[in-house]
């Protein structure tokens, strides 16, 4: 599992990464990993806000003028709160902006900082540290190791991006928009050559494919596909190499030495990079490496404060939806052991188990893409389905 952090103009955004493969190997709620990212320390501490606390009310006061101000301070922080989340993304801020209220972004904020003097001024709101979460989603990412289209096009259909499964990930490197933006140029000059020569027969999907294949991330991902272990033992080299020989045994910590490291990697080559695989991309690496590495090289660290996590239900009900009616994603076998498991893996809490048998409610669903593969899957209709704010 691994994580992201990315700063906004306004905003953060923080995720975590998990393989599809280890999740189906052994399921666990994908909010249930967010969740420990979000408290942990190193992450706590980057992502608190600034919130407003609620005043003590002197107990001594009238009835009529607890209530008075208990109304008082509610009404202000949700108006609050409303404003300030809007603000924070381009089509919130633009809604404000269209009804009529505000003239410009500097209005907003100026509007922002007014309420909140009155909060502290007239009802002594204070303001505190938390987590402030604007929107929740998910996706499914294409690991080009795992899925890559061998020839992108079908007929005239050519396949760019993350629909010919063509990401690298490996470690840190994370590219998939570069991919995307390269692969949609090869695609629209294979289109502009076919127009030029009125030609679509199937020379339009032959010739993006061969012009795919020069992309300089095609070659790259070749040469990851060639290097996996040389890339992996470069990555592990400083982790001590009784913790490699206790976890990946004797063979491993022989790779990993000078002499023999040579002859592994092309020993590897000669095996294939999709054998290794699982080997490489295991609990092992993932979870106890690092566990024993953090435990033996690590100091303990502490949060200032407990980030306060939405539940499921608020997270769902704080997005954007335009209901359809007709469901996008239809159930092919109710009694599947893998549709069980969509069960705990859908990050929208969509399917149920009643019966025995598996259902689907998609009117939550964030159209992440997880459970594609058992079921009848296509995206919402037209503008239907799920509005994210933030992209
Ligand atoms: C959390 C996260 C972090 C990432 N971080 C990075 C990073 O740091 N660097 C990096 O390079 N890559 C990153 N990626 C990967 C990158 O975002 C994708 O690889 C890239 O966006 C793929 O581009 P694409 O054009 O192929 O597909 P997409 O960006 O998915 O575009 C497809 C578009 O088609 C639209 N669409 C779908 N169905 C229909 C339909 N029926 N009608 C009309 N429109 C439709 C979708 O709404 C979407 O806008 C990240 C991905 C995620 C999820
Ligand atoms: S129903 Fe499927 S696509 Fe929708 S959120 Fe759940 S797993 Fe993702």
């Not at 905003?11 to 942990?40: Q, W």
């Amino acid at each position: 599992m691994g994580g992201f952090l990315y700063t906004n103009r306004d905003t953060l955004s923080v995720g975590a990464v998990y393989h599809f493969d280890s999740l189906i190997r052994n399921p666990i709620e994908p909010y249930t990993l967010i969740d420990t990212l979000l408290k942990n320390p190193m992450v706590s501490e980057f992502i608190k806000d600034k919130v407003p606390v609620k005043p003590d009310i002197d107990k001594n006061l009238p009835q009529e003028e607890k209530l008075r101000i208990r109304f008082g301070v509610a009404k202000l922080i949700k108006t609050w709160y409303e404003i300030r989340e809007a603000n924070f993304s381009p089509s919130g801020r633009e809604r404000l902006i269209e009804s009529g209220k505000y003239k410009d972004a500097e209005d907003i904020q100026s509007t922002l900082s007014s309420i909140q003097e009155k909060m502290s001024e007239k009802f002594g709101v204070t303001f505190g540290t938390d987590y402030l979460e604007d929107e929740y989603g998910a996706k499914l990412v294409p690991d080009g190791k795992r899925c890559r289209m061998k020839t992108p096009f079908f007929k005239n259909i050519l396949f760019v991006g993350d629909a010919a499964g063509r990401g690298v990930f490996v470690g840190p490197r994370i590219e998939g928009l570069n991919v995307g933006i390269d692969d949609g140029v090869r695609a629209a000059n294979a289109v502009a050559r076919a127009l030029d020569k009125n030609d679509f027969s199937n020379s339009l999907g032959e010739f993006y494919s061969k012009s795919v294949e020069q992309s300089p991330y095609t070659i790259d991902m070749k040469q990851i596909d060639k290097d996996y272990l040389k890339i992996f033992l470069d990555a592990a080299k400083d982790v001590p190499k009784d913790i490699i020989g206790s976890r990946y045994g004797t063979v491993l910590k022989m790779m990993s030495s000078s002499t023999f490291r040579g002859i592994a990697v092309k020993f590897a080559n000669i095996i294939g990079y999709d054998k290794l695989l699982p080997m490489i991309e295991s609990e092992e690496t993932y979870v106890k490496v690092p566990t024993l590495l953090a435990e033996r090289l690590g100091k303990s660290i502490s949060s200032s404060y407990s980030p306060t996590i939405p539940s499921m239900a608020d997270r769902i009900a704080n997005l954007n939806y335009n209901d359809d009616s007709l469901a996008h994603i239809k159930v092919l076998n109710s009694n599947s052991e893998y549709m069980k498991k969509m069960v705990i893996l859908c990050p929208a809490k969509c399917y149920s188990e009643e019966g025995g048998k598996v259902i689907i409610q998609h009117e939550g669903c964030v159209d992440c893409g997880t459970c594609s593969q058992e079921t009848e899957w296509r995206h919402p209709r037209g503008e239907k389905g799920i509005h994210y704010q933030y992209g």
